[in-house]
């Protein structure tokens, strides 16, 4: 029996995926997790095969929740299961220590194939996604401008597309405002950004809120 934690702040996602796994036959759901620091504490006391990970979600999220999950155990199968569809995120995602990416684009039976793939010790990424990622790196394909941002920069990034302040954003990822505002106005110059409505704007035309 493969033992699920579900990490999504979405309700009507969390049920849809208990009446998948519960239907499934050799998987069950021995944990959900709604937050970051949900997901930390599951990781922590829970004995799980593998985290269906969201890259969104309230708290420390993303490349920097992946990295956390690893710290406390470095064995635990990762899927990520994301409504990101960018090549920059998956290649991200994966170097952090995911070890398999699909998009909720995906159908249900895929799905249950990629965790059984991933909770058995392989790897799984979506072929759509893995065809991107392979035209982007023969040059294929323009990289996006925010490729330049280190994930700490990404992810303060998309953060203050969401709305977030620069304090809650530091309550967030647990450090301080000053640092939080030095990744700001690095990012901002990186690409180039006169104001916070530049920033705001990229961000909005690229769904790095999302």
Do not use: W
């Not at 009446?19 to 930390?40: K, R, Y």
């Not at 690893?70 to 994301?82: D, K, Q, W």
């Amino acid at each position: 029996m493969i033992r699920i934690l579900i990490a999504d702040d979405h309700a009507i996602v969390r049920g849809g995926l208990l009446q998948l796994f519960g239907l499934a036959g050799d998987m069950t759901v021995v944990g959900q997790a709604t937050n970051g620091g949900q997901v930390i504490d599951s990781v922590r006391t829970l004995a799980c095969d593998l985290v269906l990970l969201d890259m969104s979600m309230p708290g420390i999220s993303g490349i920097d929740l992946i990295g956390r999950i690893r710290a406390h155990a470095p064995a635990l199968p990762i899927l990520v299961l994301s409504m990101h569809n960018e090549a920059l995120v998956v290649r991200r995602a994966l170097k952090a220590g995911a070890n398999g990416y699909m998009t909720k684009e995906g159908d249900p039976e895929t799905l249950l194939q990629a965790v059984r793939r991933v909770a058995a010790g392989g790897r799984y990424i979506d072929p759509g996604l893995a065809e991107q990622m392979v035209f982007e790196s023969e040059g294929g394909q323009y990289e996006q401008a925010h490729a330049q941002l280190s994930n700490r920069e990404l992810s303060i990034f998309r953060l203050f597309v969401r709305g977030k302040t620069v304090n809650q954003i530091a309550d967030e990822l647990a450090i301080s405002n000053k640092t939080v505002s030095t990744h700001k106005a690095r990012l901002m110059q990186k690409m180039g950004f006169q104001s916070n409505a530049d920033m705001l704007r990229y961000g909005i035309d690229h769904a790095l809120g999302e």
